[in-house]
């Protein structure tokens, strides 16, 4: 089975804006490499994860703030796209809840592609969410929740973390298939074999 | 799945697409007379400063306040940023204890003024337990205790055509807030 013109717009686009999001996640995370729990968190006080990074504050924050809303707005728009598009085409009850036999993709596969789109992008979209004044002002639950402002930016981290290893995953499956003819499926939608598990 | 195309098709997605920028262009004349667009809103990051702050607005368009906490949440640690201005003008206020101080407050105002700091703490107060995060990523909790900025405003008498709040500080750094519609 192909995949839909609307699968691959949308993965390139979630693609693209994660580069950017990783990039200028790292640019913010550098001005204060420390993580903490709870609703506050600075130097002096006791941290959750103190990363093997330098603080640079050398004014990074600035274009890498810009650059992760920016991104994360069309991250989120995207996901949405996709999610309402396969909803509607039933895209995920056929290749991921109730695959036909043989199954597209293996369970291992579409337990961490529902984990990812239906667990880890909402828990960004969330954390990211809580720790804005402006949201939580008006829906405090989403940081109370959390446990806190400082706790909902380490959760932000770790996701992001996993979301990084998942992608860094599915690049070496995508490879270990056969990269030029599962890329070359991804873009322009051809057949990329018809009997093989694809990635 | 047909790859044709008809002429359904063309009318169809040509009417889409019709409709989409009408619809676009209805959404921007909207959205910039309930003051949603931001004055950055133009150059590589507009779009997403745009839709930031629409929804920003929208969002607490009833007023919502920042989250307060109780007395027993204060931070302990209070962290200072970076060392203390070093321009000259600063460090002979602090020589004399601020009572040269003036808080100058122009721009679209009806009475210009200089407030001084006995001026200031002779206003009515308020108090407030608030979460303060650096856009560094620390955080701390603290009570403030002060004239409220809007009672400030009031006082100079703020032009219904003001939208913003600026700030100056000492090492020529601003910081600007919008003001309540």
């Given at each position: 089975m192909?995949?839909?013109?609307?699968?691959?717009?949308?993965?390139?686009?979630?693609?693209?804006?994660f580069?950017a999001?990783?990039?200028?996640?790292?640019?913010i995370?550098?001005?204060?490499?420390?993580?903490?729990?709870?609703?506050?968190?600075?130097?002096?006080?006791?941290?959750?994860?103190?990363?093997?990074?330098?603080?640079?504050?050398?004014?990074?924050?600035?274009?890498g703030?810009?650059?992760?809303?920016?991104s994360a707005?069309?991250?989120v728009?995207?996901?949405?796209?996709?999610?309402?598009?396969?909803?509607?085409?039933n895209?995920?009850?056929?290749?991921?809840?109730?695959?036909?036999?043989?199954?597209?993709y293996?369970?291992?596969?579409?337990?961490?592609?529902?984990?990812?789109?239906?667990?880890?992008?909402p828990?960004?979209?969330?954390?990211?969410?809580?720790?804005?004044?402006?949201?939580?002002?008006?829906?405090?639950m989403?940081?109370?929740?959390?446990?806190g402002?400082?706790?909902?930016r380490t959760?932000?981290f770790i996701?992001?973390?996993?979301?990084?290893?998942?992608?860094?995953g599915?690049?070496?499956?995508?490879?270990?298939?056969?990269?030029?003819?599962?890329v070359?499926?991804?873009?322009?939608?051809?057949?990329?074999?018809?009997?093989e598990?694809?990635? | 799945?047909?790859r044709?195309?008809?002429?359904?098709?063309?009318?169809t997605?040509?009417?889409?697409?019709?409709?989409?920028?009408?619809?676009?262009?209805v959404a921007?004349?909207?959205?910039?007379?309930?003051?949603?667009i931001?004055?950055?809103?133009?150059?590589l990051y507009?779009?997403?400063?745009?839709?930031?702050?629409?929804?920003?607005?929208?969002?607490?368009?009833?007023?919502s306040?920042?989250r307060?906490?109780?007395?027993?949440?204060?931070?302990?640690?209070a962290?200072?940023?970076?060392?203390?201005?070093?321009?000259?003008?600063?460090q002979?206020?602090l020589?004399?204890?601020?009572?040269?101080?003036?808080?100058?407050?122009?721009?679209l105002v009806?009475?210009?003024?200089?407030l001084?700091?006995?001026d200031l703490?002779?206003?009515?107060?308020?108090?407030q337990?608030?979460?303060?995060a650096?856009?560094?990523g620390?955080?701390?909790?603290?009570?403030?205790?002060?004239?409220p900025?809007?009672?400030v405003?009031n006082?100079?008498?703020?032009?219904?055509n003001?939208?913003?709040?600026v700030?100056?500080?000492?090492?020529?750094d601003?910081e600007?807030?919008?003001?309540?519609?």
């Amino acid at each position: 089975m192909r995949h839909s013109a609307l699968v691959r717009a949308t993965h390139w686009l979630t693609a693209a804006s994660f580069i950017a999001l990783v990039v200028s996640g790292v640019a913010i995370l550098l001005a204060h490499p420390r993580l903490y729990w709870g609703e506050t968190g600075a130097v002096g006080t006791p941290s959750l994860i103190d990363l093997p990074l330098p603080f640079m504050l050398t004014g990074q924050s600035g274009w890498g703030r810009y650059l992760h809303f920016l991104s994360a707005w069309i991250a989120v728009l995207t996901g949405t796209v996709y999610v309402l598009g396969g909803l509607r085409a039933n895209h995920f009850g056929q290749d991921l809840f109730r695959p036909a036999h043989p199954a597209k993709y293996n369970v291992m596969q579409r337990i961490t592609y529902a984990a990812v789109v239906f667990g880890l992008f909402p828990l960004m979209i969330w954390t990211g969410l809580a720790m804005s004044p402006a949201v939580t002002s008006v829906l405090p639950m989403l940081v109370t929740f959390m446990g806190g402002q400082q706790s909902a930016r380490t959760v932000h981290f770790i996701v992001a973390t996993v979301l990084v290893l998942f992608v860094v995953g599915h690049v070496a499956m995508v490879a270990f298939a056969g990269f030029r003819r599962h890329v070359g499926a991804m873009i322009l939608g051809g057949e990329p074999s018809a009997s093989e598990v694809q990635t | 799945m047909s790859r044709l195309i008809t002429r359904r098709k063309v009318i169809t997605t040509a009417l889409t697409a019709l409709g989409g920028a009408s619809g676009l262009a209805v959404a921007a004349r909207l959205a910039d007379r309930y003051g949603l667009i931001p004055p950055d809103h133009g150059g590589l990051y507009g779009a997403g400063e745009t839709l930031t702050y629409a929804s920003h607005r929208l969002l607490t368009a009833r007023g919502s306040l920042a989250r307060e906490f109780s007395r027993d949440h204060i931070s302990k640690v209070a962290p200072v940023n970076g060392p203390p201005p070093t321009a000259f003008d600063y460090q002979q206020l602090l020589r004399r204890g601020f009572t040269n101080w003036g808080l100058e407050i122009d721009g679209l105002v009806a009475r210009p003024s200089s407030l001084s700091l006995a001026d200031l703490r002779g206003f009515p107060v308020s108090r407030q337990i608030t979460h303060q995060a650096c856009e560094e990523g620390w955080s701390f909790i603290a009570e403030w205790i002060g004239v409220p900025l809007g009672y400030v405003l009031n006082l100079v008498g703020a032009s219904p055509n003001a939208r913003y709040v600026v700030f100056y500080a000492y090492d020529d750094d601003w910081e600007s807030i919008d003001m309540a519609t």
